[in-house]
């Protein structure tokens, strides 16, 4: 048995990425075709190996390979222009997919395969913790389901086409069947809090805007049917009300007394864009701003424990004051 046939070990995962990008780019510079035999003495493995990586980039990565004559190509289209980054560029596109690892729990195809590419364009130093990036990413199951959906939500949103979603619906009661519901598309985004996707979008038996859980979405698929952005409306800019992913909700004023003890550390961050702060005589800081719905910032005060008073509004102050009297007698 061949080095290059034996089995996987180590960084299996980072090298079987690292060889498909290999084939992917001899093909996207052969639109006329190439044949397996100068793929293989291109990148320097056995034409046997080509053959299983070209049929695994096509079933499982979903690239659209046509074969004819003995020569392998990749349909036009397949990839999106190449981007000439700098150095620093590149270091903020690094960074900007280390964020969205740490925030997600599937695996996800796509984001080590971005960590390939990337690679290529880093400093050896960099490419080295791409590379552990990806190891350590790899490790998570493959979730067959999530990536369907994922792509399909992709497609969607980039070409503003209508999709049909199945949701479940139980997570937070679980006597409520999952529903059918025709989305538009407005924005993906990733969210810090839940380490989840979610679709953000117009719901056409609703009749409002509403947020969906990528994970929690069972099926989607595409329609024939698109839609024209709605006249003013801006996700970007309606995120910025949000504290994390939920933005269909109304804005609130909330009004927190931070203790000294951690004033410091409050004030050091913009915790979000609408934020004021004043700091007070005894060394606490009054922190205020305007965010849609509560149940994101609750969160986010509840994690200061006792170093936090919320002052506005009453309903999010009565709230937090119940769940911590739960949660003081589950402890006595």
Not at 110 to 132: C, D, G, N, R, W
Not at 155 to 174: C, G, L, Q
Not at 233 to 259: C, G, K, N, T
Not at 307 to 332: N, Q, T
Request: proline share 6%.
């Amino acid at each position: 048995m061949s080095a290059v046939d034996r089995p996987d070990r180590g960084g299996a995962k980072w090298d079987r990425a690292a060889r498909y990008l290999k084939v992917a780019m001899a093909l996207h510079a052969h639109p006329e075709g190439i044949s397996a035999q100068a793929i293989s003495d291109r990148i320097g493995v056995s034409k046997r190996t080509v053959y299983r990586d070209l049929q695994a980039m096509e079933l499982d990565a979903d690239l659209p390979i046509w074969q004819n004559a003995g020569r392998w190509g990749l349909e036009s289209g397949a990839f999106l222009p190449p981007l000439n980054l700098t150095l620093h560029e590149a270091m903020t596109l690094f960074l900007a997919a280390r964020v969205l690892a740490k925030t997600s729990d599937e695996h996800d195809t796509e984001l080590i395969a971005t960590f390939v590419k990337l690679a290529q364009v880093l400093p050896p130093t960099l490419a080295e913790h791409v590379q552990a990036t990806v190891d350590a990413f790899a490790t998570t199951p493959p979730n067959a389901r999530f990536t369907r959906v994922f792509r399909t939500l992709t497609e969607a949103w980039a070409n503003r086409r209508v999709v049909s979603i199945e949701y479940d619906a139980s997570v937070y009661d679980a006597s409520r069947p999952s529903r059918q519901a025709r989305v538009r598309p407005y924005f993906i985004e990733p969210s810090a809090l839940t380490h989840a996707l979610y679709l953000l979008g117009f719901d056409e038996e609703r009749g409002a805007r509403r947020t969906f859980k990528v994970e929690r979405i069972a099926s989607a698929s595409m329609s024939p049917e698109t839609f024209e952005p709605e006249a003013g409306f801006s996700p970007s800019a309606e995120l910025r009300r949000a504290w994390d992913v939920i933005f269909d909700q109304p804005v609130a004023s909330v009004v927190a007394r931070f203790s000294p003890a951690v004033a410091s550390r409050v004030a050091e961050t913009r915790w979000h864009p609408s934020q004021e702060i004043e700091l007070q005589g005894d060394g606490s800081l009054i922190w205020r701003a305007r965010v849609a719905g509560s149940l994101e910032v609750r969160i986010w005060l509840l994690g200061w424990g006792a170093d936090v008073e919320i002052l506005e509004p009453a309903e999010l102050r009565s709230e937090v004051a119940a769940d911590l009297e739960r949660a003081a007698a589950r402890y006595r």
